[in-house]
């Protein structure tokens, strides 16, 4: 039993996470954030893989040709598009607290101005 | 919370989280074993009943085709929140300038680079275009391709000016075409609702299974949501290159 897909996945959330914790600046932070949204995509990959399986298009292929799940395709695209989103968003947020503190440092941003 | 302190309250959150996924992944079905219906399913029905050969674009426009009109929302509304974010403030005049060198003269651009993206510009737009179109057939779509044709408009900044590139994607036009799009998956949707059937459902001829105007609705919404991306990623960029170049032309005049 291979689980290293699954293994990848797990390590790429937490050294994410960890990335996110330690980080010392806003968009190195998003970086960080970028590289755990990646290990869904891994997961929801590897939980529809087929070994041996062609992608799940038929276009010259005849249908019936052993291929992968593509729902689990589509919920990654999905995924992708969220995380495209959320990332212009929060390098907007960024541009803003730069303007507003004159720092990128993420504990530079506890004092609150009225 | 000091750094210390932080990165110790992370590694035993980590650690016990660390656990729980590593339980978790012994439950999962081993790697290359997938058993699930659905997928299995999908993949010998779904040419048949939509005449679309890529059975993903058939998930996301088609079976999952109301997930996907949210989807593209929450692309817009992050497109709108950036826009909004990146807006002009008043507060901003009174800022002072953060380059200190203001008189240093900004290199002229390389001749490789002027005519690697005047050669980029074009094939990029047009593999774009060429993405959303096949996106029923072959490996593509509205979001994969719009990304590569707002990758195309962006290769028009790297080879030009600015200007040049606000001429190409002026913000006044996008702001008219990236809804344009938005709006155009719902008019495909309702399209369904004016023929007696549901929100989404398939009112356009299937044709034949493999050639260009196939798949019913599926190409259309592929077409609509090209263009909402392709012009959210271009306003996007323009956004955030109004930023820094704006600052940077008021700095040289002052």
């Known amino acids: 039993m291979s689980v290293l897909p699954y293994l990848v ?7 994410g996470c960890y990335g996110m914790v330690t980080s010392r600046n806003l968009v190195h932070l998003i970086v960080c954030l970028s590289v755990t949204q990646s290990s869904t995509y891994i997961l929801l990959l590897a939980v529809g893989y087929k070994a041996g399986a062609k992608p799940p ?30 990332s212009a968003l929060l390098l907007a947020l960024t541009v803003q607290a730069h303007k507003r503190s004159g720092s990128l440092d993420p504990s530079s941003l506890t004092i609150l101005k009225g | 919370m000091t750094r210390r302190a932080r990165l110790v309250v992370f590694l035993a ?59 593209e929302f929450i692309f817009f509304t992050a ?32 001749d490789a680079v002027r005519l690697g993206g005047f050669v980029m510009t074009g094939v990029t737009f047009l593999f774009g275009v060429y993405m959303v179109l096949h996106g029923h ?17 962006l290769t028009v900044y790297l080879a030009s000016e600015y200007e ?47 050639q260009l105007p196939s798949a019913g609705m599926i190409p259309v919404l592929n077409a609509a949501v090209g263009v909402e991306v392709g012009a959210g990623i271009a306003l ?19």
């Open chain 1, 57 to 86: 298009i038929f276009f010259e292929v005849p249908v019936g040709t052993r291929a992968v799940d593509p729902i689990v395709q589509a919920l990654t695209l999905t995924d992708i598009v969220v995380s495209l989103a959320v």
């Open chain 2, 236 to 254: 996007i960029v323009a956004e955030f290159l109004e930023q820094t170049l704006q600052v940077r032309k008021k700095q040289q005049t002052a």
């Open chain 2, 13 to 71: 959150g980590a650690g016990g989280l660390a656990a729980l996924l590593l339980w978790a992944i012994s439950g999962l079905p081993s790697f290359g074993n997938y058993q699930g219906p659905y997928g299995n399913v999908l993949n010998h029905v779904a040419v048949g009943a939509r005449h679309a050969t890529n059975v993903v674009s058939a998930v996301t426009f088609d079976y999952r085709g109301i997930d996907t009109l949210m989807e």
């Open chain 2, 164 to 210: 040049t590139f606000l001429r190409v994607s002026s913000p006044t036009v996008l702001d008219v075409v990236e809804p344009a799009g938005a709006g155009g998956y719902i008019l495909v949707g309702l399209g369904g609702l004016v023929g007696g059937a549901s929100f989404l459902y398939n009112f356009l001829p299937l044709g034949v299974t493999g």
């Open chain 2, 137 to 153: 057939l072959t490996p593509g779509g509205g979001f994969q391709g719009g990304i590569v044709v707002g990758t195309g408009v």
């Open chain 2, 79 to 110: 497109v709108i929140g950036t826009t909004l974010l990146l807006r002009a403030q008043l507060a901003e005049e009174e800022e002072p300038a953060d380059d200190d060198a203001t008189d240093r003269r900004t290199p002229a651009m390389s």
């Open chain 1, 9 to 15: 996945a797990a390590w790429l959330l937490l050294v």
